[in-house]
């Protein structure tokens, strides 16, 4: 039952997002001018999308709703059907919960 719950809450909150989330640009950032030199530093490798998910409602107060689906998902850059794929498993895994009203939090030590 409680993956019947956090799929529906997350459906709800993904249709929701749809609605106000807009364009994801994803990863662009400025190129500098042509001839320009960069560092030579290699960049850092990237985090998995569970992490991301998570640092990403930790910024958010803990806790997807309504509200800030949106900005939950554009600051994880993760898509909707990444959400509903990552919610069940954090909730499998313990890092997660749903609650009475659907609304997703997450456990971890920032969020207790």
Wanted: proline share 4%; hydrophobic share 45%; net charge neutral.
């Amino acid at each position: 039952m409680t993956a019947m719950r956090m799929t529906v809450a997350l459906l709800g909150l993904g249709a929701l997002g749809a609605c106000t989330a807009g364009a994801q640009i994803g990863n662009l950032g400025a190129q500098g001018r042509v001839g320009s030199v960069a560092s030579a530093s290699a960049p850092a490798a990237p985090r998995p999308p569970a992490e991301r998910l998570i640092a990403a409602i930790e910024a958010q107060g803990c806790a997807i709703t309504a509200d800030n689906v949106a900005q939950v998902l554009l600051k994880a850059n993760l898509t909707q059907q990444q959400l509903l794929e990552l919610g069940p498993q954090l909730t499998a895994q313990g890092r997660a919960e749903v609650t009475d009203d659907g609304t997703i939090r997450v456990l971890t030590a920032n969020c207790t």
